[in-house]
């Protein structure tokens, strides 16, 4: 569905990714994990059309798409799930989800968009209380879900998703990363997902990637990475006790 | 009192015609951040264009066409101003946007000379008693009328625009987060020359709407683009109905300034900047400015 072959981007003089590599199979959800600054958004931010790289292949559903512009890659499917602040907080719950369908309203009928509204709805109960208010003043947590609620309305064949559970309380977390399966599973979405919450995210994913420094230092099914003891040790804190000791 | 109520009449129409530009202000400011100077050349350009073509033909043709003539400028300078959006620093855009008003003027006087070009009233004749309504004292004209309904109409096109269609909500989106809008197809660059139509067209509008009874001149955008300027700034930049209010505000205060200090007639021009000084020291987000949370 998505394969990235040695791309390097510069985020302005920066070398913020240094030639990765990736796939991720139709149907797949699949992780990429690392520190701050590791380079995961930039690599997100480059399959969506928001930066170009600078070298290197991006191929998604068979065509190439490095330095296509975003509302292309939207068109073809390929949805990157903005973060909870980037939603226009002005706006109502209802008119940001439409904002999701602003690339298929002018070819869809009005009632299709509208039963996506629905399914969205019946994924997240919560829109729907909140549709007339302004996305503001949501919670971080309701805002989050309406930013991963407007990414179904796009029909999107695959999504990017940046840091799903960023700022939210570990329970929300698991029940992002619930709707992030079901997501998946029902609808047959491929997700590529960046996350600084490795345990979350190994939950969830089917296969990851390590990256640091703008360079994959590991990669693997998701069992194997969570049993790796550089792992365990950098990022799920097992071991850590032994070690100070 | 009827001097009072014939003032606040004439404060009012002009007052509108504010409004209209400064609803052009607004709109650019809200997409781009640039405060675009050749907004009152936006004006010029509609009424020109209406007052050449009102020579030969009808209204019912000439006033689009001018709307058009103006949207189609609009569009040339948005072009202009997206072209280095990415490279530039929002100074240099505004720079650019006063070069591209002393060029539209400038093309303007080549093209049209200096002489002021009539335009006759959009209904009825002269100052026939036909046209002419009393209320409370004054003597209401029908394009008084005229510019009122049509900046009300124009108020609430443009408030049923952003609100409730589609591309409306996309240009809301791009103004609030242009990095969200573009995640979710949005072409922000679209939207940008967009706002610029739109600001001419509207800008358009005015032009043809104030001209008319009176003459229209190459030279008249830089005076009621700083009035829409002043009221956009009033109500805060971005802010449609604070711009609306001020331009309405701004048209009645300079109207009745007359009746407070007589010999402001002449200056009656310096009262808008006057208030704008004032209220930029008291209130420098605009007259209906909410309070910001303090974070």
């Known amino acids: 569905m998505l394969k990235l072959q040695s791309v390097i981007t510069y985020y302005g003089r920066i070398m913020a990714l240094r030639g990765i590599s990736l796939h991720v199979d139709p149907g797949e959800i699949v992780?990429?994990?690392?520190p701050n600054g590791a380079g995961k958004t930039t690599a997100l931010n480059t399959i969506s059309g928001v930066l170009a790289p600078k070298s290197g292949r991006i191929v998604f559903d068979g065509s190439e798409v490095a330095g296509k512009s975003t509302d292309n890659l939207v068109d073809m499917g390929l949805?990157?799930?903005?973060?909870?602040?980037?939603?226009?907080?002005?706006?109502?719950?209802?008119?940001?989800?439409?904002?999701?369908?602003?690339?298929?309203?002018?070819?869809?009928?009005?009632?299709i968009v509208r039963s996506d509204l629905q399914r969205v709805f019946a994924m997240f109960p919560i829109?729907?209380?909140?549709?007339?208010?302004?996305?503001?003043?949501l919670s971080g947590g309701?805002?989050?879900?309406?930013?991963?609620?407007?990414?179904?309305?796009?029909?999107?064949?695959?999504?990017?998703?940046?840091?799903?559970?960023?700022?939210?309380?570990?329970?929300?977390?698991?029940?992002?990363?619930?709707?992030?399966?079901?997501?998946c599973k029902q609808e047959g979405t491929t997700v590529l997902v960046v996350e600084q919450n490795v345990k979350a995210a190994l939950a969830v994913a089917k296969r990851a990637y390590v990256l640091e420094t703008g360079r994959v230092v590991m990669e693997g099914t998701a069992s194997e990475l969570s049993?790796?003891?550089?792992i365990q040790r950098a990022y799920l804190g097992k071991g850590y006790k032994q070690m100070v000791e | 009192m009827e001097q009072f109520s014939q003032l606040l009449v004439s404060g009012i129409a002009n007052g509108c015609i504010y409004a209209i530009v400064a609803i052009g202000f607004s709109i650019i400011y809200a997409g781009t951040q640039v405060i675009n100077f050749a907004q009152g050349e936006f004006v010029m350009v509609g009424a020109m264009v209406?007052?050449?073509l009102l020579a030969k033909v009808s209204l019912l043709i000439a006033?689009?066409?001018?709307?058009?003539?103006?949207?189609?400028?609009?569009?040339?300078?948005?072009?202009?101003?997206?072209?280095?959006?990415?490279?530039?620093?929002?100074?240099?855009?505004?720079?650019?946007?006063?070069?591209?008003?002393?060029?539209?003027?400038?093309?303007?006087q080549l093209f049209w000379g200096e002489e002021g070009r009539m335009v006759p009233y959009f209904t009825g004749v002269t100052a026939n008693e036909d046209n002419i309504f009393h209320f409370a004292g004054a003597v209401i004209g029908v394009q008084q009328i005229w510019v009122v309904a049509i900046t009300i109409a124009l108020v609430i096109a443009t408030h049923c625009f952003f609100k409730y269609t589609l591309t409306g909500r996309a240009m809301?989106?791009?103004?609030?987060?242009?990095?969200?809008?573009?995640?979710?197809?949005?072409?922000?660059?679209?939207?940008?020359?967009l706002s610029f139509i739109m600001a001419a067209g509207l800008g358009a509008v005015a032009g043809v709407t104030v001209s008319a009874g009176l003459y229209a001149r190459c030279t008249m955008g830089a005076a009621l683009g700083l009035k829409g300027f002043c009221a956009a700034v009033l109500g805060g930049l971005g802010n449609y109905s604070g711009g609306i209010a001020a331009g309405v505000l701004l048209g009645v205060v300079e109207s009745l300034i007359v009746l407070i200090i007589p010999s402001m007639s002449d200056y009656s021009d310096a009262a808008a900047f006057v208030i704008l000084l004032v209220v930029l020291l008291l209130k420098p987000d605009g007259i209906l400015a909410r309070k910001k949370a303090v974070a």
Do not use: W
């Open chain 1, 31 to 34: 992780a990429v994990v690392g």
């Open chain 1, 79 to 111: 949805v990157q799930v903005t973060e909870g602040r980037q939603l226009s907080a002005d706006m109502s719950v209802y008119g940001n989800l439409m904002l999701g369908a602003y690339r298929r309203s002018a070819a869809d009928k009005k009632s």
């Open chain 1, 127 to 137: 829109l729907e209380d909140r549709r007339t208010q302004s996305a503001g003043t």
């Open chain 1, 142 to 183: 309701e805002q989050q879900m309406l930013a991963l609620g407007r990414a179904p309305m796009a029909r999107p064949k695959m999504l990017l998703l940046d840091e799903p559970s960023m700022g939210l309380a570990p329970l929300v977390v698991k029940e992002m990363f619930k709707i992030i399966a079901g997501l």
């Open chain 1, 227 to 230: 049993k790796n003891p550089e």
């Open chain 2, 50 to 52: 209406a007052a050449v």
């Open chain 2, 63 to 108: 006033f689009p066409v001018a709307i058009l003539a103006g949207c189609l400028v609009g569009a040339v300078v948005g072009l202009c101003v997206l072209i280095p959006l990415k490279r530039a620093s929002v100074v240099s855009l505004v720079i650019l946007t006063v070069g591209a008003s002393l060029l539209i003027r400038g093309l303007a």
């Open chain 2, 172 to 193: 809301r989106a791009c103004a609030l987060n242009p990095t969200g809008a573009r995640l979710v197809g949005i072409n922000v660059h679209r939207m940008i020359i």
